[in-house]
């Protein structure tokens, strides 16, 4: 049930609102908003997310597979459109009705979206000329930019010809745009931060191309060709790498600095985070086997080729959905809570190398 607090504020957006009021799917939108093109989402096969735990079979390859579907990949032109909010709420501004599509939070249904229960926010910032958007839920974060959001410019490409600007939400900033020049942008970049309130006289955008935690062997594929990721063979890659995150605010472990210390050889230490896209790319490419601690490092496993061998370890119990992304690019993935403590996990890493030497 409502509560009173949510329904107070959803009066005073009716009534008062400066961001959206409704929400529509895209046909009621009226002639401002305008598709250029659509091409149906293919059908896949995917690892759903599950909790692992202690009692989790290991090896993902035994998980049951289910049906899944990408979303129709479909391009929009919004003439007076308004971006609300972090996660980049697309609405009419004359109407303040909000497109169906970009209401996506968490589970909750469109009209439950945060932002359909914030009056205002931050004072409007007016865009003139055309702006693209590449975004959606999520997207603030590492995993969902590279493998959500980042793949959305394989289907706006032919389009951001005619956009004075990039509209990218915020975090990281420095580690994204990175990711985008090398992507090929030459766009000016503005960054969409929560509570931000957008005003575009012309919006370019397309909703979801992957549903969340559900990578698809089309955006994995979208995504390598846009940053041309190498597709070396299995038999020229030897590199055993381990994702390094003794220097992560999140997830802290006390014992990794130890391990790392003690890494069976070939296994080496490496931290994504200070590495450039082009030497992300190269030291992917040339990647046998993935390991560490469940974290955003293991996004990387989509610039992989096919065939990496990839052992993650939970700090605690957990949603899974890097087990999803390896199925989408054909890694075979193993999962363990990192409860076994180092001793365990380094004699799993010295099986690998000798399977791996084999």
């Not at 969409?192 to 006289?201: A, G, I, K, S, V």
């Not at 496993?301 to 054909?330: D, I, M, N």
Request: with cysteine.
């Amino acid at each position: 049930m409502m509560s009173l607090n949510w329904w107070i504020r959803r009066i005073a957006v009716r009534t008062f609102g400066h961001g959206p009021r409704t929400v529509a799917p895209p046909g009621r939108l009226g002639a401002s908003l305008r598709l250029i093109r659509c091409e149906p989402g293919a059908a896949f096969r995917t690892f759903l997310p599950r909790v692992v735990d202690a009692t989790t079979p290991t090896e993902v390859a035994s998980w049951p597979l289910a049906d899944a579907q990408d979303p129709d990949r479909c391009v929009y032109v919004l003439r007076d459109a308004g971006l609300y909010d972090g996660d980049g709420v697309i609405y009419e501004r004359p109407t303040h009705c909000a497109l169906r599509d970009t209401l996506d939070y968490w589970g909750v249904p469109p009209e439950r979206h945060p932002a359909m229960g914030r009056p205002r926010i931050s004072a409007p910032q007016s865009l003139a000329g055309t702006s693209a958007f590449i975004g959606g839920l999520g997207g603030r974060t590492f995993f969902h930019f590279l493998v959500e959001t980042l793949p959305q410019l394989a289907v706006l490409g032919p389009d951001l010809g005619s956009a004075r600007r990039l509209i990218v939400q915020g975090y990281l900033e420095p580690t994204k745009e990175a990711w985008l020049r090398h992507a090929g942008v030459r766009l000016p970049i503005t960054w969409l931060q929560p509570l931000d309130h957008l005003l575009c006289e012309e919006l370019i955008f397309c909703p979801r191309v992957a549903r969340r935690f559900q990578p698809s062997p089309w955006s994995v594929t979208a995504l390598q060709s846009l940053v041309g990721a190498p597709m070396r063979s299995a038999g020229s890659r030897r590199r055993l790498i381990w994702a390094d995150r003794r220097r992560s605010h999140m997830r802290f472990t006390s014992w990794e600095a130890d391990l790392v210390a003690q890494l069976p050889s070939p296994w080496e230490a490496v931290e994504f985070s200070t590495l450039s896209p082009a030497q992300t790319l190269a030291l992917c490419g040339e990647c046998a086997a993935f390991a560490g601690l469940h974290g955003a490092a293991f996004a990387n496993l989509a610039l992989c080729p096919p065939g990496v061998r990839v052992h993650e370890f939970y700090q605690e119990p957990k949603e899974s959905w890097y087990p999803a992304l390896s199925a989408a690019t054909g890694h075979e993935h193993f999962v363990a809570m990192a409860a076994i403590g180092p001793t365990a996990i380094r004699e799993q890493l010295t099986a690998e190398a000798r399977c791996q030497a084999a």
